[in-house]
């Protein structure tokens, strides 16, 4: 006989948003600084990657539906988890920025190597990386925000 686990209920969670509109205003500042002069198409795949590895299912539908308006394929959103082995279908651009994006969010495993901010260098200009760089850890605050407080994604 099979036993079903039994989960205690989830706790209610606040809405940081509505409990400190400052952090709200705050965290839309830098977004906004973050994304000045970046490429959208790589902007979105950020913050869909980081969004991903953080399980932050709030911006990943938010991220993956503005990617769909911006006329990202359904084929690279579907493989935006698997970009190292999606070939071609991703610029060395894209790559380089996921790269750097998937270590930045996963700083439990270590720095940024020297190797992957070489590579990242390499195909963006001083302005351009900062750029990703915020994008990255911009999206990563909005992620720990949003699964520490269990914000749900719409239900459409």
């Known amino acids: 006989m099979t036993q079903t686990l039994q989960h205690p209920a989830a706790i209610d969670r606040l809405n940081i948003y509505k409990v400190s509109p400052e952090l709200y205003d705050a965290m839309m500042k830098l977004s906004t600084a973050s994304a000045k002069d970046i490429d959208p198409t790589i902007g979105e795949l950020v913050k869909i990657r980081a969004s991903q590895i953080n399980h932050c299912a709030f911006c990943l539908d938010m991220h993956v539906a503005d990617a769909r308006k911006q006329g990202e394929t359904e084929q690279r959103l579907a493989l935006v988890a698997a970009w190292e082995e999606a070939g071609d279908l991703f610029t060395e651009r894209e790559r380089a920025a996921l790269e750097?994006?998937?270590?930045i969010t996963e700083l439990h495993h270590g720095h940024v190597s020297d190797e992957v901010y070489a590579?990242?260098?390499?195909?963006?200009?001083e302005k351009e990386l900062a750029q990703v760089i915020a994008m990255a850890v911009t999206i990563n605050a909005w992620n720990r925000f949003n699964v520490a407080t269990r914000m749900p994604a719409p239900r459409r």
Request: net charge neutral; proline share 0%.
């Open 100 to 103: 750097l994006t998937e270590a």
């Open 119 to 125: 590579k990242a260098a390499a195909v963006f200009g």
